[in-house]
């Protein structure tokens, strides 16, 4: 089965779902550990301590730093060790990886790579337009992202599969109807250089109503 690409930004958990609370999510395999720091800002780490590997996901955040439930480690946003309550001072440099992490469209993004992100996410086409519907599915699939990316870019098994999602069956109909009255206008138009307005005026403003009928099923 092959792989999904490491070196890409992934969504890791909607924005809203992000409190100061540590949560836990796995992406590509690997355990993380979302939490906000001080600031507000989203933070993304390997979900284990240095310490004694337990997940930092069972911790909780204490002054814009993820404490460990075992031994009071505290990691801040970028995974290094901050304190160690049984110590004076942190000895060396003690850390956890930490990941690139963003929020984008209502989403907290990281970068599962192990270089430096050569760029931020790629935006969602049409987000919060007018005229444009948007839904989020948070499911468990038994599949690869590859299989489940190229289930959820099949779009017309949609309307047999799953109707009322995007459109019905019926929106093909609507389309051949659009389309035959079209060429009838265009024929009874066609030669009426008094009104202005071309056959191929008159045929592409009949497939844009056609357009809003499907949208509208």
Known sequence: MSQPPREEWYIAARSRDLDRRPRAATVLGAPVVLFRTGDGRAAALADRCAHRNLALSRGRVVDGGLECAY??????GL???TLIPSLPEVPGRIGVHAYPTVEAD???????????????????PHLGERGWTTFVMKNRFEAGA??????????????????GWFRSARAKVAKEKCTRQSRLRMRSQRGSASRGTSARQVLTKSFSRA????ASI
Do not use: I
């Open 71 to 76: 031994h009071g480690w505290r990691y801040d």
């Open 79 to 81: 995974g290094a060790c």
């Open 106 to 124: 209502g989403f907290v993004w990281l970068f599962a790579g192990q270089t430096r992100p050569a760029g931020s996410p790629r935006p969602f």
């Open 146 to 163: 590859l299989a489940c990316l190229e289930n959820f870019l099949d779009c017309p098994h949609t309307a047999y599969v799953h109707q």
């Open 211 to 214: 357009e809003q009928q499907r």
